[in-house]
């Protein structure tokens, strides 16, 4: 089992990252099972794909567990959803030394890391990701939120795990398309950190059907890690994350959660980043060739044509923004992210015709 260490202090944890590690999850939680009652979150198909055999192994080693679902999809990132949870939290007679399992893609670590954050005004909780996205991305750095009308994640808290569990042979499970949009974010950390690691991403996805999963995960979460240990609270090198996400979130608001997910719309992000990253001179035209060769691999959703003013009203509202100035992340170099505050809206206007 690897273990990779998020440096926080008082709030440092780690991940556990090793094939088939589901199984161990209860021995590894042994110390931390004070009688209190724990509460798996998930969705219906992973409880029944992941969840119940969990739960069965959990009471095995005398865990006193239950579980809550919430729906499939985005629609669960909402406050309704939020207060359900809440609700039957409270019907289960959870208290203050409850601990949560988020079981499940981003959506539910999102969710369930919210009410963690939020419940008798904060209560442990565990990430246990079972999507690409989540292993790399969602599920490391305590950042939780739900959506609201007017944006994605406008709600929400940055509040820790407890641990981290990954096992990348849950992958094996799910829809491959699902696997797949992952993989945006993987392209996003050798974009933003590792040349190297981007060119060898590049090179697996030549034959995706063989795409080593076990070698992109650790790596991925490797700089995640670093990232958030250096800066949790998103005010300097963490902000770099959002890398290919200002018009990745536009694109997921505006076209609808159901229609786009989160590391399509991140990749697409991606191009018209990398785009605006050579108008500004900051790339030039070879290094954004092959920011744009990985993600040209990927099989991502058509589009259409896309109506520039249609998105603006989500980038201005975008969580990047301060005091109405957006700080938008830019490569300055291959492996080299910086945040800029000199992109215009014309000029993310005019990146969008990569996408057409």
């Not at 963490?238 to 505006?254: I, K, M, S, W």
Request: with cysteine; proline share 3%.
């Amino acid at each position: 089992m690897k273990t990779v260490k998020v440096q926080l202090g008082d709030r440092s944890y780690p991940i556990h990252i090793k094939p088939g590690l589901t199984i161990d999850i209860p021995s590894i939680l042994s110390g931390n099972n004070n009688g209190q009652k724990w509460v798996i979150i998930s969705q219906n198909r992973i409880m029944e794909l992941f969840g119940f055999d969990l739960m069965t192994n959990l009471k095995d080693s005398d865990f006193d567990v239950e579980f809550i679902t919430v729906p499939m999809g985005e629609a669960a990132k909402s406050l309704n959803d939020f207060s359900g949870v809440i609700s039957q939290m409270i019907e289960l007679n959870c208290d203050r030394s409850t601990t949560i399992l988020a079981l499940g893609g981003g959506t539910v670590g999102d969710v369930a890391g919210f009410v963690a954050s939020s419940f008798m005004r904060g209560i442990e909780y565990y990430q246990i990701p079972t999507t690409l996205l989540a292993m790399v991305d969602s599920s490391i750095g305590g950042k939780t939120g739900i959506n609201i009308a007017e944006g994605k994640n406008l709600i929400g808290s940055i509040y820790q795990p407890q641990c981290v569990l990954v096992d990348s042979t849950l992958l094996d499970s799910l829809p491959r398309v699902e696997v797949i949009a992952g993989l945006g974010e993987v392209i996003k950390y050798g974009a933003i950190r590792d040349t190297n690691f981007l060119n060898q991403v590049s090179d697996w996805l030549n034959d995706i059907n063989s795409f080593p999963f076990d070698k992109a995960v650790e790596r991925s979460i490797e700089i995640k890690a670093d990232i958030v240990s250096s800066d949790e609270w998103e005010r300097g090198h963490r902000r770099l994350l959002n890398f290919g996400h200002t018009v990745g979130h536009a694109l997921e608001a505006h076209l609808g959660y159901g229609r786009i997910r989160h590391g399509e719309a991140v990749a697409l992000g991606m191009k018209c980043a990398g785009w605006i990253s050579e108008k500004m001179e900051l790339l030039n035209n070879d290094e954004f060739n092959q920011l744009a060769e990985p993600i040209l691999k990927l099989p991502l959703p058509s589009l259409g044509k896309l109506n520039a003013n249609h998105l603006m009203p989500y980038i201005r509202v975008d969580k990047k923004s301060e005091k109405g100035v957006l700080n938008f992340v830019v490569l300055d170099g291959l492996g080299n992210a910086i945040t800029s505050t000199h992109v215009t809206e014309k000029l993310i206007q005019q990146s969008l015709k990569v996408l057409n």
